[in-house]
């Protein structure tokens, strides 16, 4: 079994689940997508339906081709579909993949959902798909996705200049941050014991 179709599992604590996007997902993710905040900081940006109806395909489109396991976030103190978060880049060979793709809907910031699905995606990268790097990349701009980074213990490593081009016409600079293996056990214990909900709910 690939990584790919290993990492497409459910998981789950008291707080979220996390389950591979279906065709099911559209509607529930289009009732809190369509708000300009979430896309600042985004290569793409969702603003009509039409937004909406291309960056949903591409995420089954991703899932399908094996490029990407995209999450749909549940709160469970709602019921509600919170916003998403993708495994991507997955360098089986090398025992790196990527953590991004993250966003999370209005209702749900500071609420500490996203601290507990990148712990669950954290867990599932470490402990069961055998990974030793997990790494995320993020705007230089976001300085709050940059902060939440830190403080659940991913390490700052420098940042790629006019990494890409953003809407509008900017060329953004990349700034990554990864967890190693050996340093997991560390990141599990602050993420599972040590909740700081308004720093370590910063989306990136």
């Known amino acids: 079994m690939t990584w790919a179709q290993h990492a497409a599992a459910v998981l789950e604590n008291e707080h979220v689940v996390l389950r591979p996007v279906t065709e099911a997902d559209r509607e529930p993710v289009r009732a809190i ?6 896309w600042r900081y985004f290569v793409s940006v969702v603003e009509t339906d039409a937004d909406f109806e291309t960056f949903f395909d591409t995420c089954l489109k991703d899932q399908a081709e094996g490029r990407r396991t995209v999450f749909v ?10 916003g998403s978060m993708s495994y991507g880049n997955m360098a089986e060979a090398d025992l790196r ?3 991004g793709w993250s966003w999370l809907g209005r209702d749900f910031r500071g609420r500490g959902v996203n ?6 995606l954290l867990r ?13 990349k993020t705007d230089i701009l976001n300085l ?5 980074l830190r403080n659940i213990g991913a390490v700052e490593e420098g940042t790629l200049r006019s990494f890409n081009l953003m809407p509008g016409g900017r060329r953004r600079d990349a700034i990554f941050y990864s967890v190693l293996r050996a340093e997991w056990p560390r990141v599990k214990e602050e993420l599972a ?5 308004s720093q370590l709910d910063a989306v990136g």
């Not at 997508?33 to 979430?38: Q, V």
């Not at 976030?73 to 919170?82: E, L, Y």
């Not at 599932?124 to 995320?136: I, M, Q, W, Y």
């Not at 709050?144 to 939440?148: E, F, I, L, P, S």
């Open 193 to 197: 014991t040590k909740p700081k909900v």
């Open 97 to 99: 993949l990527e953590i």
């Open 73 to 82: 976030i549940t709160d469970k103190a709602s019921g509600r579909v919170a």
């Open 115 to 120: 601290r507990w699905a990148k712990y669950l």
């Open 144 to 148: 709050q996705a940059r902060q939440g």
């Open 33 to 38: 997508a369509l708000d300009p905040d979430i």
């Open 124 to 136: 599932h990268a470490f402990e069961d798909l055998g990974a030793e790097r997990v790494e995320f």
